[in-house]
């Protein structure tokens, strides 16, 4: 599927029925929210995912799954052809939102918030090729830094000062575990 030559699908096939699929970039972003939300137990993801996805729920789950990944995936297998993020958690559509909104009025003049409807795999395309000026990209680029020996130790000291800076917030639950750690420790 290209978004050159195909139109981006608002339905996919599951056992040879055209079933509709909610399109919109923000059922997507709502999506990738909830699969990182550590504080959303495993066993409900999934059926939560469906609910999201499909005004009505098709019968066949486990086809209606693939299909939903398929199309968050923006139709590509993106293993198979090396195109996949170079950090899966270099921003976070929740925590990173007001610099993603002015990323986009910043380059496209398009203002996120009043838009009726933006089809995910446009917004994706979108949010890939912003520019390096946007600062939402510089932040991207500091979080997934590699650091090594090949820096000066002014680069190093540099980009490790932007990457704690920048650094996503742990969960909550992640914060719990560690202040739970912390008062064990202090025990002792």
């Known amino acids: 599927m290209s978004l050159l030559i195909d139109t981006a699908p608002k339905t996919v096939n599951i056992d040879g029925t055209e079933v509709r ?35 009505v729920i098709p019968d ?10 398929w199309f968050y995936s923006c139709g590509k297998d993106e293993h198979k052809s090396g195109g996949g993020e170079s950090c899966a958690r270099c921003y976070d559509f929740e925590y990173d939102d007001g610099y993603i909104f002015a ?3 910043q380059q496209y003049g398009l203002d996120l918030e009043s ?8 917004f994706r395309a979108m949010f890939r090729c912003l520019s390096d000026d946007c600062e939402i990209v510089k ?14 130790a002014k680069e190093r000291q540099f980009y490790t000062k932007m990457k704690r800076l920048y650094a996503l917030p742990k969960s909550q639950s992640e914060v ?8 064990m420790l202090m025990k002792k």
């Open 60 to 69: 066949n789950t486990d086809e209606a799954i693939k299909k939903l990944i």
């Open 139 to 152: 932040i991207m680029g500091y979080r997934s830094m590699k650091i090594d020996g090949k820096m000066s």
């Open 103 to 105: 990323a986009f009025m």
């Open 176 to 183: 719990e575990k560690i202040s739970e750690i912390e008062k």
């Open 21 to 55: 699929i909610n399109s919109d970039f923000r059922t997507a972003i709502l999506f990738e929210q909830m699969m990182f939300d550590d504080d959303v137990p495993e066993s409900l993801k999934m059926p939560n995912a469906i609910q999201l996805f499909y005004p």
């Open 115 to 122: 838009v009726d409807y933006l089809h995910w795999w446009k």
